[in-house]
């Protein structure tokens, strides 16, 4: 599978663990290395960043947003953001996804989705 799953515990209630999963698709976040060749041009994609990750509606913040807002946390948002390395596959990352559901909706304990 050329999508990368990360996979961690988190506590609930104090009596169950839940898997939880942080999907990064192919040639984005931390799968950003890719065998597809792509030519990356210089873009200014804040605001559009600052829209597509819900913080708000550039450059004003959502009401209820849980996001810092201090100067420095916002440019340390910018600086981590990573566009895409290459095109967007929608015949890989759909396939992966569907694949992750099923697979957790056998196993035990679990309720199909």
Known sequence: MLVRVDALRVQHQHTRAWPVYLVDQ????????????????PAPND???????????????L????FDRKPQTLEQFF???MPN?????????SPAGAALQRRESR???R???
């Open 26 to 41: 192919p040639r984005r976040g931390r799968a950003g290395n890719s065998t597809v060749a792509a030519s990356l041009a």
């Open 79 to 81: 600086r981590s953001v």
């Open 107 to 109: 196993r035990p304990g």
């Open 111 to 113: 309720r199909s989705a």
């Open 63 to 66: 009401d209820n947003v849980q």
């Open 47 to 61: 605001q559009l960043f600052f829209d597509q990750f819900r913080i708000g509606k550039w450059p004003r913040y």
């Open 85 to 93: 390395t290459g095109p967007y596959d929608a015949n890989i990352i």
